[in-house]
């Protein structure tokens, strides 16, 4: 059977271009559906057969033996997100007939073509659901050959359908409401785990009521996930995304040459060295691979990309790497400690779970300080947002959104949302950009005429009473205080080292900054250090762990010098083994 014209091959669906998903990587779609429905086994056989010869390349087909089994499959269909192009349904069956199957099954799937198989006998059926149901045909029993009876026939019920009904997208489906924090942690996380979804705004999409309704959840339950297997996952936390996704992994072996904590651009890049190298490697993440990077939406001064590249493309590429070198990966999988035991360093897991190695490299990175004042901790993610320029953008367009902050993060975030924003207004609290921004971020923030710069201004309240409502913005200069509506404020503003989960096992600054190398012994303490050698040039107070990236002292805080400093901490891991003969 010829392809119709107007649909496109299975191919070239990868490409479909795709509304409010997270990931611009489309997941192939299923194929549209041809549903046939019929009480006699043999009639039900014999029909499936014949269309599956004729358009099996294109469509699946599936069966039913009765009304009430076709609803049933339909509403799975539905929930799953596949596309019903046509139903082939017998007219004369027990319990439902033909007629009344179909005006049910129109409520679930309005746009499938509706064709009856009949006898004789039942044309005026046939003929009273035309204006019924407005069924676009009946098909007389037997359709032999059915190269004449019945292809023509449903070659052009197929090419209509197909002509009006691009493919559908065939992922994760997010239903939730806009300003509800455990829905933007879910998309959030999706979304920087790379993988697509799309996102269903109770408030604003028409689909919401009814997937919500096969799912069996009301609104006050959201987040919703729809998988495409059907499987729905009701207010689920990370770690069940992360199972159901199919994203977490799980550690081969006990004992690793090298554990890693965190996969931003030091862990994986430790991860690529420390696998190509020989050692046996785990990196542990607790969120998604590429740490701060992955939020970069163009990350420009890194070596070799003179047109720069997104901070998920890099994290891609890199994960990518270092499992093609072996190294393996558990994502959504926090490590709360690390100690001495017999044989070895024991990390010890979020679910409790403790894996030993012979060296870790500490690479959890820096988050977002977080806005200190009144409002800010009740509306985080209710118009509040720290660093999640990326997986908002969809949700601000149009609108007129702030951003505080002047740090490169800050710039690049506000030139990404200008795209979609109607206005950006970036609150600075110095008079200029040039102490904390690249000169060449700088410069493009200042073309950029949706853009605009206030200096000496802070943030001294956020207020709302379900989302984010309005923002009080003192001038630094005057102290004077100014009120103004807002929907949406990114804060960009300086960043603490994730140490908190060491519980003083490494010596840190005060500020929690892990010591390596010279300064375990200078700003340690006197007790930091107990070996009769000195430290290595990445080796904390505790002998075989090292820190690599933004969380270590001293460190530069740019990508390129954190995948530096993650492939400098393997090479001291070899010097490290040696020492141990390892
Ligand atoms: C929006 C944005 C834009 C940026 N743009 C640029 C740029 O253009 N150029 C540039 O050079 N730099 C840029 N930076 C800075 C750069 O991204 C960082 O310097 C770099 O990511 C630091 O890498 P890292 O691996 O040390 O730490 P991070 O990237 O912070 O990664 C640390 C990882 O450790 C994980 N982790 C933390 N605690 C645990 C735990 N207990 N268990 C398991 N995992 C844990 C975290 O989830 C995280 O994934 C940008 C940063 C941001 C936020």
């Given at each position: 059977m010829p392809l119709p014209s107007a649909f496109p091959h299975p191919a070239d669906w990868q490409a479909a271009s795709l509304p409010n998903t997270g990931h611009l990587e489309v997941p192939v779609a299923d194929k549209p559906i041809i549903l046939t429905v019929d009480d006699d086994p043999e009639v039900l056989q014999a029909v499936a057969r014949d269309v599956r010869r004729g358009f099996g390349e294109h469509f699946r087909i599936m069966r039913a033996d009765s009304g009430a089994r076709a609803l049933e499959i339909l509403r799975k269909l539905k929930l799953s997100g596949d596309q019903v192009a046509l139903m082939l349904v017998d007219q004369r069956m027990p319990g439902l007939t033909g007629t009344e199957f179909l005006v049910e099954a129109i409520t679930l799937f309005p746009e499938a073509k509706k064709s009856l198989l009949t006898a004789y006998a039942d044309t005026d059926a046939a003929i009273a659901a035309i204006n019924e149901i407005r069924l676009d045909h009946y098909l007389v029993k037997p359709w032999d050959p059915p190269e004449q009876r019945l292809y023509p026939v449903l070659d052009d019920l197929l090419d209509d359908w197909t002509a009006t009904h691009p493919p559908e997208f065939h992922g994760i489906r997010i239903i939730g409401h806009r300003w509800s924090q455990e829905s933007h942690v879910a998309r959030d996380f999706l979304a920087r785990n790379q993988v697509p979804y799309r996102w269903i705004d109770l408030t604003t999409d028409p689909d919401a009521p009814g997937l919500l309704a096969l799912a069996g959840v009301t609104d006050d339950r959201c987040p919703v996930l729809v998988f495409p297997d059907g499987q729905v996952l009701v207010q689920p936390t990370t770690q069940e995304i992360a199972s159901v996704a199919g994203i977490r992994g799980h550690a081969?072996?006990?004992?690793?040459?090298?554990?890693?904590?965190?996969?931003?651009?030091?862990?994986?890049?430790?991860?690529?060295?420390?696998?190509?190298?020989?050692?046996?490697?785990?990196?542990?993440?607790?969120?998604?691979?590429?740490?701060?990077?992955?939020?970069?939406?163009?990350?420009?001064?890194?070596?070799?990309?003179?047109?720069?590249?997104?901070?998920?493309?890099?994290?891609?590429?890199?994960?990518?790497?270092?499992?093609?070198?072996?190294?393996?990966?558990?994502?959504?999988?926090?490590?709360?400690?690390?100690?001495?035991?017999?044989?070895?360093?024991?990390?010890?897991?979020?679910?409790?779970?403790?894996?030993?190695?012979?060296?870790?490299?500490?690479?959890?990175?820096v988050s977002y300080r977080r806005l200190d004042v009144p409002g800010a901790d009740a509306l985080t993610s209710r118009g509040v947002y720290y660093g999640a320029a990326a997986s908002e953008a969809s949700s601000v367009r149009g609108e007129h959104i702030h951003i505080v902050?002047?740090?490169?993060?800050?710039?690049?975030?506000?030139?990404?949302?200008?795209?979609?924003?109607?206005?950006?207004?970036?609150?600075?609290?110095?008079?200029?950009?040039?102490?904390?921004?690249?000169?060449?971020?700088?410069?493009?923030?200042?073309?950029?005429?949706?853009?605009?710069?206030?200096?000496?201004?802070?943030?001294?309240?956020?207020?709302?009473?379900?989302?984010?409502?309005?923002?009080?913005?003192?001038?630094?200069?005057?102290?004077?205080?100014?009120?103004?509506?807002?929907?949406?404020?990114?804060?960009?503003?300086?960043?603490?080292?994730?140490?908190?989960?060491?519980?003083?096992?490494?010596?840190?600054?005060?500020?929690?900054?892990?010591?390596?190398?010279?300064?375990?012994?200078?700003?340690?303490?006197?007790?930091?250090?107990?070996?009769?050698?000195?430290?290595?040039?990445?080796?904390?107070?505790?002998?075989?762990?090292?820190?690599?990236?933004?969380?270590?002292?001293?460190?530069?805080?740019?990508?390129?010098?954190?995948?530096?400093?993650?492939?400098?901490?393997?090479?001291?891991?070899?010097?490290?083994?040696?020492?141990?003969?390892?």
């Open positions: 081969e072996v006990p004992l690793y040459d090298l554990i890693i904590v965190g996969a931003g651009p030091a862990g994986l890049a430790a991860a690529v060295y420390g696998a190509s190298e020989g050692l046996s490697t785990l990196l542990v993440e607790r969120e998604a691979a590429g740490g701060q990077a992955g939020q970069s939406t163009r990350i420009e001064n890194y070596l070799g990309f003179p047109a720069g590249l997104s901070g998920e493309d890099l994290s891609r590429r890199a994960t990518t790497q270092a499992k093609r070198f072996g190294a393996e990966l558990l994502l959504a999988h926090s490590v709360e400690g690390i100690k001495h035991r017999e044989g070895g360093i024991g990390v010890t897991l979020g679910d409790g779970t403790t894996l030993l190695a012979h060296s870790v490299i500490v690479a959890t990175g902050g002047a740090a490169n993060s800050a710039g690049q975030a506000a030139l990404h949302l200008s795209t979609v924003a109607k206005r950006v207004t970036m609150l600075v609290r110095g008079d200029g950009l040039s102490a904390s921004m690249s000169h060449y971020l700088a410069e493009r923030i200042m073309a950029t005429p949706n853009i605009d710069l206030r200096y000496s201004a802070t943030v001294s309240a956020v207020s709302g009473a379900e989302h984010l409502e309005s923002i009080t913005i003192r001038d630094a200069q005057s102290g004077s205080e100014t009120t103004e509506p807002a929907t949406a404020l990114f804060v960009f503003i300086g960043a603490s080292p994730h140490t908190e989960w060491l519980n003083g096992q490494v010596a840190c600054d005060a500020k929690g900054f892990i010591l390596t190398g010279a300064e375990v012994i200078s700003g340690g303490g006197g007790n930091a250090w107990r070996l009769d050698r000195d430290p290595l040039l990445m080796e904390t107070n505790v002998p075989g762990v090292f820190a690599a990236g933004d969380v270590r002292l001293g460190s530069a805080k740019r990508v390129a010098t954190a995948v530096g400093e993650g492939a400098a901490a393997v090479m001291t891991v070899w010097q490290y083994r040696a020492s141990m003969g390892l």
